[in-house]
Structures are given as structure tokens and as C-alpha cells.
């Protein structure tokens, strides 16, 4: 049973817009999530994070958002561009364990010019 | 300092062969860990190091799976008598010890094919 889910294994958006990616989680008890951006032949590489007690942090062009109740997360990228096509994927830990997060399947984000 | 680095970047084995795969962390960081990520999936934690001890493993390593950290600095990851369901990318990263929030270093990964 996936305990952190990623519904849309792809997103096309057009080049200076905004690139929504969502993510969901069954475990309450998750209370540090992050994202990585993946590119072909690399390894994933940590964007941002949020740990439970925030709805909200925001980085540069990435802001990530914690719907705790809703047990959803999801990452803007505003404004989108070329480069930032790559799989998006989200991932959880409890415990303020940093050994043992758990990805989603990832999200395919393709920013057209 | 150039990353993580993985090596062999690929590999391809028979059947029942045993295989071991190399990871070099940051030098400065003294946690490792282990994915494994098949296709379509997400990384799956396998399992990790602070310094040279082994502190948490996940069920998906089998008995026939090792991993070592003899000095605390780099790691290798065995799998004796591989079988098929063992293709996979097997991804290694390092990090400081701190909160959840920090997120780690990944390597690029060595490419396991099991014929």
C-alpha cells in the first residue's frame, strides 16, 4: 500500500506559467516532506522542504504548500521554464528520522517554450 | 568536492553471480543510504549509515543483500546470487546528521541488469 501518492504521472505546461504538482499521503504520522527533481541519467536532487507544523515555505520560484487535514502537499513552480522539466518527487519521513523517507512514484513535468 | 560518486556506473550480471557496488559520500558527511528504484517507481529506502554503523534497514534487504561502511566513510553494497527481480537502479547519498528538513545528496546511481 503506497503511503505517499503521486496521481499524475505527467504535466505539460506552457513556458512563464505556473506548474502545479500534487501529492497525497496516507500516514499521519509523516511530519517532514520534501521534494526532488530528477533528471535523466542523475541521481534526484532535493529542491525543498516543509515539516508539519508549516502550511507554507516558499524558495525562489518553488513554494510548496501542507493541507495537513487533507493530508496533501503540493509544489509551485511559478514561472515555469524549460529547464525545469524533469520527474518531480515527493517524499515523506516520520519521526524526525532522516534515514527513511518514502518516495512517490514521481510526476513528469514537461515546460514548453 | 565533486559529490557523491557511484561505481560502476552499470552493470550487467548472469543470473546467480554476486555483484558489489561502490559509493564515495561527501567527505564531510557522515550519513549514507542506500536506495533502489525501479522503473516508474520512486526511490525505495533500502538502508543506512551514520558513520560506520548500520542503523536502519528496510525488509526489502534480503538476506542476500549487504551493505558496509568499514571506516565511516565509503560504503559498498553487495547482492550474492542475483536474480532478475534485482534490475534496478541502486542509488546511494550522503547528508549531515540533522533534522528531516535537509534532504540528502544523491549520486547518479549504478544500473544494475540481471540476465
Known amino acids: 500500500d503506497q503511503q505517499v501518492k503521486q496521481n499524475s504521472p505527467s504535466l505539460s505546461v506552457q513556458e512563464g506559467r505556473i506548474s502545479i504538482l500534487n501529492c497525497d499521503y496516507t500516514n499521519s504520522m509523516f511530519d517532514y516532506f520534501l521534494w526532488y527533481k530528477k533528471y535523466p541519467a542523475e541521481g534526484p536532487t532535493f529542491l525543498i522542504s516543509?515539516?508539519?507544523?508549516?502550511d507554507k515555505n516558499e524558495d525562489g520560484r518553488f513554494t510548496v504548500f501542507l493541507n495537513k487535514s487533507a493530508k496533501h502537499l503540493s509544489l509551485h513552480i511559478v514561472p515555469s521554464q524549460p529547464g525545469d522539466s524533469a520527474v518531480y518527487f515527493c517524499a515523506a519521513s516520520e519521526g524526525g528520522s532522516q534515514g527513511n523517507l518514502i518516495f512517490g512514484k514521481g510526476t513528469k513535468l514537461s515546460v514548453k517554450p | 568536492d565533486t559529490g557523491v560518486s557511484q561505481d560502476p556506473r552499470h552493470k550487467i550480471t548472469k543470473r546467480g553471480q554476486n555483484v558489489t557496488f561502490r559509493c564515495d559520500p561527501i567527505?564531510?558527511?557522515?550519513?549514507l543510504y542506500w536506495y533502489r528504484q525501479t522503473l516508474g517507481q520512486g526511490p525505495e529506502f533500502l538502508t543506512y549509515?551514520?558513520?560506520?554503523?548500520?542503523?536502519?534497514k528496510s525488509r526489502l534487504l534480503s538476506d542476500r543483500f549487504s551493505a558496509e561502511r568499514p571506516k565511516g566513510s565509503f560504503s559498498t553494497l553487495e547482492i550474492q546470487r542475483t536474480e532478475q527481480g534485482d534490475s534496478a537502479m541502486y542509488l546511494c547519498?550522503?547528508?549531515?546528521?540533522?533534522?528531516?528538513?535537509?534532504?540528502?545528496?544523491f549520486g547518479s546511481g549504478t544500473r544494475l541488469t540481471v540476465v
Open positions: 516543509i515539516s508539519s507544523i508549516k
Open positions: 567527505s564531510e558527511h557522515n550519513r
Open positions: 549509515f551514520q558513520n560506520e554503523a548500520q542503523l536502519e
Open positions: 547519498a550522503s547528508s549531515l546528521m540533522g533534522t528531516g528538513l535537509d534532504g540528502y545528496t
